[in-house]
């Protein structure tokens, strides 16, 4: 069965802390991703990796890094939290060859 | 800009009737085409997935595809209260081997 996890369903953080989002999957994808998802605003693509130590930017990459240093984990790094960066952020991955994308179950992050 | 369209509803459809979601493309050259649902502070799963136009039907839920006219709709038959939720449509960009465009989403009511 197809799973991907995240390390938190809920994170509270200050401003100007940094802060880590992980993601790990067991279905062996190459490729991950990292969505933001606001109101009214639908998913927003923000980094995703084809492969490990491979990233590219998507739609939203300010203020916002990634890491992948093995196939399985993939992370979102906020340099320093801001407050317009309250958000769910939602994991997903799939296999080469095949668009399907499988997501984890959410972290919803919020910065006072 | 490569443009995925629904309309934000809310749709309330009574129990037992034909649930009827819409979604048009913008990119002439996309060919595989999702919905996904999603229920309220839960992430997206993946319903239903097609290629090809016409109909494809998996239970209760049909996909129909018109390439020609950039449409793709996902009816649910005998709807029930536990199909209310958020159904998101997803595209693949016809130029990108990565990414799939989101819709922002149809939230579904559906009245006992």
């Known amino acids: 069965d197809v799973k991907v996890t995240q390390s938190s369903r809920y994170l509270v953080k200050r401003t100007g802390e940094k802060v880590f989002l992980e993601c790990v999957q067991d279905m062996d994808h190459e490729n991950m991703f990292w969505y933001r998802q606001d109101p009214g605003l639908g998913l927003r693509l923000i980094y995703f990796s084809y492969d490990v130590k491979m990233k590219e930017k998507g739609d939203i990459p300010e203020g916002y890094s990634v890491s992948r240093e093995k196939k399985e984990r993939f992370s979102l790094i906020l340099e320093s939290a801001s407050t317009n960066q309250t958000s769910m952020y939602l994991c997903?991955?799939?296999?080469?060859?095949?668009?399907?994308?499988?997501f984890g179950p959410g972290t919803r992050l919020t910065v006072t | 800009q490569k443009e995925v369209e629904q309309n934000s509803g809310p749709l309330s459809v009574p129990e037992g009737a034909i649930a009827s979601l819409n979604c048009t493309y913008s990119d002439r050259g996309s060919q595989s085409f999702f919905w996904y649902r999603q229920y309220s502070g839960k992430s997206p799963e993946l319903i239903m997935s097609i290629y090809s136009n016409g109909d494809k039907e998996d239970g209760r839920f049909t996909a129909q595809l018109n390439k020609a006219s950039q449409y793709v709709s996902l009816l649910i038959r005998d709807s029930q209260p536990s199909d209310s939720a958020t159904y998101l449509c997803a595209v693949n960009g016809g130029d990108s081997n990565y990414q799939l465009i989101w819709g922002a989403g149809t939230k579904l009511i559906i009245k006992p």
């Open positions: 997903a991955s799939r296999s080469t060859g095949t668009y399907e994308q499988y």
